[in-house]
Protein backbone atom coordinates (compact mmCIF):
# COMPACT_ATOMS: atom_id res chain seq x y z
CA UNK A 1 0.00 0.00 0.00
CA UNK A 2 1.48 3.20 -0.65
CA UNK A 3 1.38 5.72 2.07
CA UNK A 4 0.70 9.61 2.34
CA UNK A 5 1.75 11.27 5.22
CA UNK A 6 0.38 14.77 5.04
CA UNK A 7 2.86 18.09 7.29
CA UNK A 8 1.90 19.95 9.25
CA UNK A 9 -1.09 18.42 10.80
CA UNK A 10 -2.47 21.87 12.03
CA UNK A 11 -1.52 25.34 10.95
CA UNK A 12 -2.79 28.64 11.84
CA UNK A 13 -2.55 31.68 9.59
CA UNK A 14 -3.81 35.33 9.02
CA UNK A 15 -6.27 36.47 6.51
CA UNK A 16 -4.07 37.26 3.41
CA UNK A 17 -0.94 34.83 4.25
CA UNK A 18 0.14 32.22 2.13
CA UNK A 19 0.22 28.68 3.40
CA UNK A 20 1.63 25.30 2.22
CA UNK A 21 0.85 22.37 3.02
CA UNK A 22 2.73 19.17 1.83
CA UNK A 23 2.19 15.85 1.01
CA UNK A 24 4.51 12.79 0.81
CA UNK A 25 4.04 9.62 -1.03
CA UNK A 26 5.59 5.95 0.28
CA UNK A 27 6.73 5.55 -3.21
CA UNK A 28 6.46 7.76 -6.95
CA UNK A 29 2.73 8.38 -7.40
CA UNK A 30 3.75 9.93 -10.63
CA UNK A 31 1.30 12.93 -10.60
CA UNK A 32 -1.54 10.64 -9.42
CA UNK A 33 -2.40 13.16 -6.54
CA UNK A 34 -6.02 14.91 -5.87
CA UNK A 35 -6.17 17.56 -3.25
CA UNK A 36 -9.60 17.53 -0.90
CA UNK A 37 -11.29 20.62 1.00
CA UNK A 38 -13.52 19.56 4.02
CA UNK A 39 -15.37 22.40 6.06
CA UNK A 40 -16.91 21.49 9.49
CA UNK A 41 -19.77 19.59 9.63
CA UNK A 42 -19.57 18.92 5.16
CA UNK A 43 -18.41 16.56 3.13
CA UNK A 44 -15.46 16.98 1.57
CA UNK A 45 -15.17 18.84 -1.75
CA UNK A 46 -12.43 17.98 -4.53
CA UNK A 47 -10.26 20.55 -5.53
CA UNK A 48 -7.83 19.79 -7.84
CA UNK A 49 -6.42 16.66 -9.58
CA UNK A 50 -3.21 15.26 -11.27
CA UNK A 51 -1.84 17.02 -8.64
CA UNK A 52 -2.29 20.74 -9.98
CA UNK A 53 -4.82 20.97 -12.02
CA UNK A 54 -7.51 22.68 -10.34
CA UNK A 55 -11.17 22.05 -10.72
CA UNK A 56 -13.58 24.36 -12.29
CA UNK A 57 -14.96 27.18 -10.23
CA UNK A 58 -12.54 26.64 -7.37
CA UNK A 59 -10.69 29.75 -6.91
CA UNK A 60 -6.96 30.20 -8.38
CA UNK A 61 -5.59 31.28 -5.06
CA UNK A 62 -5.31 27.81 -4.56
CA UNK A 63 -2.42 26.10 -6.45
CA UNK A 64 -0.25 22.34 -6.55
CA UNK A 65 2.51 21.48 -7.65
CA UNK A 66 5.16 18.30 -7.14
CA UNK A 67 6.32 15.11 -8.68
CA UNK A 68 7.47 11.88 -7.62
CA UNK A 69 7.06 11.29 -3.95
CA UNK A 70 6.90 15.24 -3.20
CA UNK A 71 3.43 17.08 -3.65
CA UNK A 72 1.51 20.61 -2.20
CA UNK A 73 -0.85 22.63 -2.08
CA UNK A 74 -0.80 26.40 -1.87
CA UNK A 75 -3.17 29.08 -0.96
CA UNK A 76 -1.78 32.11 -1.53
CA UNK A 77 -3.82 34.97 0.17
CA UNK A 78 -5.66 33.09 2.84
CA UNK A 79 -9.35 34.14 2.79
CA UNK A 80 -12.00 33.42 5.39
CA UNK A 81 -14.05 30.85 3.38
CA UNK A 82 -10.32 28.88 3.15
CA UNK A 83 -10.33 27.33 7.29
CA UNK A 84 -11.20 23.82 6.56
CA UNK A 85 -8.78 20.20 6.70
CA UNK A 86 -7.16 19.18 3.66
CA UNK A 87 -6.67 15.94 2.65
CA UNK A 88 -4.34 14.30 0.02
CA UNK A 89 -5.31 11.16 -2.06
CA UNK A 90 -3.26 9.10 -4.24
CA UNK A 91 -5.05 7.11 -7.18
CA UNK A 92 -1.64 5.65 -8.92
CA UNK A 93 -2.67 2.38 -7.40
CA UNK A 94 -5.41 0.18 -4.95
CA UNK A 95 -5.63 0.92 -2.62
CA UNK A 96 -6.72 4.15 -2.72
CA UNK A 97 -5.28 5.91 0.12
CA UNK A 98 -5.75 9.51 1.82
CA UNK A 99 -3.10 12.02 3.90
CA UNK A 100 -3.81 12.00 7.22
CA UNK A 101 -5.26 15.77 7.13
CA UNK A 102 -4.18 19.42 7.57
CA UNK A 103 -6.67 21.80 9.62
CA UNK A 104 -6.07 25.21 8.64
CA UNK A 105 -7.58 27.69 10.87
CA UNK A 106 -7.69 30.91 10.86
CA UNK A 107 -5.74 33.60 13.59
CA UNK B 1 -26.72 19.43 -10.70
CA UNK B 2 -24.72 16.39 -9.62
CA UNK B 3 -26.40 14.78 -6.53
CA UNK B 4 -25.41 11.48 -4.20
CA UNK B 5 -28.30 10.95 -1.73
CA UNK B 6 -27.37 8.14 0.80
CA UNK B 7 -29.99 6.35 2.87
CA UNK B 8 -29.51 2.92 5.58
CA UNK B 9 -27.28 4.16 8.23
CA UNK B 10 -27.97 3.72 12.04
CA UNK B 11 -26.81 1.86 14.97
CA UNK B 12 -25.98 -1.96 14.00
CA UNK B 13 -24.63 -4.87 16.59
CA UNK B 14 -21.47 -6.30 15.95
CA UNK B 15 -20.69 -9.09 14.20
CA UNK B 16 -24.60 -7.82 11.96
CA UNK B 17 -24.82 -6.39 8.49
CA UNK B 18 -26.61 -3.70 7.41
CA UNK B 19 -27.08 -2.23 3.59
CA UNK B 20 -26.16 1.27 2.62
CA UNK B 21 -27.88 2.77 -0.47
CA UNK B 22 -27.14 5.92 -2.96
CA UNK B 23 -29.39 7.69 -5.26
CA UNK B 24 -27.68 9.49 -8.10
CA UNK B 25 -29.03 12.35 -10.02
CA UNK B 26 -27.44 14.55 -12.37
CA UNK B 27 -25.41 12.89 -14.56
CA UNK B 28 -25.49 9.49 -16.59
CA UNK B 29 -25.07 6.75 -13.90
CA UNK B 30 -23.65 4.22 -15.98
CA UNK B 31 -21.04 6.27 -17.06
CA UNK B 32 -19.12 6.54 -14.31
CA UNK B 33 -17.44 4.44 -11.89
CA UNK B 34 -18.71 4.89 -8.22
CA UNK B 35 -16.70 4.15 -5.20
CA UNK B 36 -17.41 4.41 -1.20
CA UNK B 37 -15.37 5.93 1.10
CA UNK B 38 -15.66 6.73 5.00
CA UNK B 39 -14.61 8.50 8.17
CA UNK B 40 -14.93 7.52 11.38
CA UNK B 41 -15.50 10.26 14.21
CA UNK B 42 -12.77 12.80 14.53
CA UNK B 43 -10.92 10.79 11.68
CA UNK B 44 -8.96 11.29 8.16
CA UNK B 45 -10.89 9.50 4.94
CA UNK B 46 -10.78 6.00 3.89
CA UNK B 47 -11.67 4.53 0.87
CA UNK B 48 -14.08 1.26 1.13
CA UNK B 49 -15.20 0.15 -2.29
CA UNK B 50 -14.94 0.92 -6.04
CA UNK B 51 -17.13 -0.45 -8.69
CA UNK B 52 -16.80 -0.21 -12.36
CA UNK B 53 -19.51 1.98 -14.61
CA UNK B 54 -21.02 -1.80 -15.76
CA UNK B 55 -20.74 -3.50 -12.60
CA UNK B 56 -18.46 -5.87 -13.70
CA UNK B 57 -15.32 -5.42 -11.39
CA UNK B 58 -14.96 -4.59 -7.81
CA UNK B 59 -12.21 -3.18 -6.31
CA UNK B 60 -11.73 -2.96 -1.70
CA UNK B 61 -9.06 -2.53 0.42
CA UNK B 62 -8.16 -5.38 2.78
CA UNK B 63 -9.46 -3.84 5.70
CA UNK B 64 -13.40 -4.54 4.26
CA UNK B 65 -12.63 -7.49 1.40
CA UNK B 66 -14.35 -10.54 2.09
CA UNK B 67 -17.02 -8.82 4.24
CA UNK B 68 -18.18 -5.41 2.19
CA UNK B 69 -19.52 -5.76 -1.28
CA UNK B 70 -20.34 -2.93 -3.79
CA UNK B 71 -22.77 -3.21 -6.30
CA UNK B 72 -25.08 -1.11 -8.87
CA UNK B 73 -28.10 -1.15 -10.60
CA UNK B 74 -27.80 1.37 -13.70
CA UNK B 75 -31.46 0.83 -14.34
CA UNK B 76 -32.43 2.20 -11.02
CA UNK B 77 -29.24 4.80 -10.60
CA UNK B 78 -28.44 3.83 -7.42
CA UNK B 79 -24.83 2.74 -5.78
CA UNK B 80 -25.17 0.06 -2.70
CA UNK B 81 -22.80 -1.09 -0.25
CA UNK B 82 -23.42 -4.73 1.71
CA UNK B 83 -21.97 -4.50 5.22
CA UNK B 84 -22.00 -8.15 6.90
CA UNK B 85 -19.81 -9.08 9.78
CA UNK B 86 -19.67 -5.22 10.77
CA UNK B 87 -17.04 -4.65 13.79
CA UNK B 88 -16.83 -1.67 15.77
CA UNK B 89 -14.13 -0.14 13.75
CA UNK B 90 -16.31 0.21 10.70
CA UNK B 91 -18.18 3.24 12.69
CA UNK B 92 -18.29 5.84 10.54
CA UNK B 93 -20.04 8.05 7.90
CA UNK B 94 -20.11 6.33 4.40
CA UNK B 95 -19.83 8.66 1.30
CA UNK B 96 -20.93 7.80 -1.89
CA UNK B 97 -18.35 9.18 -4.44
CA UNK B 98 -18.60 9.59 -8.26
CA UNK B 99 -15.52 7.66 -9.36
CA UNK B 100 -13.65 9.33 -13.00
CA UNK B 101 -10.35 8.22 -13.17
CA UNK B 102 -9.49 6.99 -9.60
CA UNK B 103 -10.51 10.35 -7.85
CA UNK B 104 -13.42 10.97 -5.97
CA UNK B 105 -14.97 14.26 -7.74
CA UNK B 106 -18.74 14.47 -6.00
CA UNK B 107 -19.26 13.23 -2.59
CA UNK B 108 -23.04 13.26 -0.52
CA UNK B 109 -23.63 14.14 2.58
CA UNK B 110 -22.85 11.09 4.29
CA UNK B 111 -24.68 8.27 6.52
CA UNK B 112 -23.63 7.25 9.53
CA UNK B 113 -23.03 3.92 10.76
CA UNK B 114 -22.28 2.80 14.35
CA UNK B 115 -21.61 -0.77 15.02
CA UNK B 116 -22.10 -1.03 19.29
CA UNK B 117 -23.66 -3.60 21.44
Known amino acids: DIHMTQNPVSLSAFIGDKVTITCRASQDISRYLGWYQQKQGQSPKFLMY???NLLSGVPSRFSGSGSGTEYSLTITGIQPEDAATYFCQQCYSYPRTFGGGTKLELK | EVQLVETGGGLVQPGRSLKLSCVASGFTFNNYWMSWTRQAPGKGLEWVASITNSGGSTYYPDSVKGRFTISRDNAQNTLYLQMNSLRSEDTATYYC??????????WGQGVMVTVSS
Open chain 2, 97 to 106: TRDPRGYFDY
Open chain 1, 50 to 52: YAS
